[in-house]
Structure formats: C-alpha cells, structure tokens
C-alpha cells in the first residue's frame, strides 16, 4: 500500500489486530435460530470483496481509481493510521460488549438479548461505525480515490444490512426495540 514509510506497518497491524481478534470470538457464539436470506448474504459478501479489494490491493491502483485526492504528506498519513486505529479499537470494544449475540452474517441467536450499554447507549450499530471509520482512515493515509470509494461501499453495504438487522430486532424485541432506535443513532452520531 502507497502509505507513508512506518505508517504502512501500523495501518496494517491495526488491521490484522481487528482479523485476529474476530477469528477467535467468532468460537464464542449463541446458536442461531433465524438468519437473512442467502441473497442478502451474498449481496453483503460481494459487496465486502469489492471494498477489501479496492482498499487493499494495489494492483487495481490505475485510472480514476489511483487519482490522489488528499496530499502525500505525513500529517495527513498520520492522521489516518489515528483514525485506522480508533475504529478498530471502536469496532472491538463493541464486539465484546456484544458477546455471545455477535454474527457475521444477520442473525438472531438463541436467548438473543438487546444490548444497549457500552458504545451501544449511543449507535445501534457500533462495529459498523468503527469499521466505518477505520476504512475511512486507511483510505486518508492511501490517499487514493479507490480508498474513499471503497468506505462509499462498505457504507451502503452496512446500511442495508443495519436495516435487515432492524427489521430482525423489531420482530424479536418489539416495542423495546423502537424506543431504543429513538434515542440512538443508526451509524453515525448527530449525522445518520
């Protein structure tokens, strides 16, 4: 990746840290008793690969796709490996406070429990924000128009799969459920 010198390495042990830590808890699961259509989930996969790729895979770096959009320069570079790190951390935090109700895919887990505290007091969907911020992170340190349009896709995948989760929570927890989306955020604090 074209980052800048030492912030390459921290950028991307962020992200093998993010890897790492979701390869391990996904052992630590509910048994699901309801999950989203096989098209969703290949609509959401696909749409993953695509952002994965173009944020992480220098050989599609050519045309409009490699046009730099922020300047090279270390501050900028440093302020995105910040960034980087502070989804992660974000997107971690809300994994373990989520536990045993976290899937990869939308689902509801057996004795599936609404979780409200920790940085879900504030965003229902808080690994999406962290991830979300992340990208966006990775993508100011790359600098690259391929970075930025890679967080726009890794959005509109996660707004999709936010409003299935939505509509799966609804079913299970009803009311309580509503009263909670009105005192939260979807995505984004004071934004969405």
Known sequence: MPFHGPISGTIEAAWVLFLFYWFVMAFRVKRT?????????????????????LLFDNRIAWGVLAAPLVPAAWAWAVAGAALTWAGVGLAIWAR??????WSGLVTL???HTLIRSGPYSVVRHPIYSGLLLAGLGT??????????????VVFLLWLEKSRTEERFMIEQFGREYEEYRQRTWALVPFVL
């Open 139 to 152: 993508a100011l340190a790359l600098g690259e128009a391929r970075g930025f349009l890679a967080v726009a």
């Open 96 to 101: 373990t406070i989520l536990g045993s109700n």
């Open 33 to 53: 008793v309801k999950r989203q259509s096989l098209a969703g989930r290949a609509r959401h996969i696909l749409l993953g690969v695509v952002a994965f790729l």
């Open 109 to 111: 887990k057996q004795n």
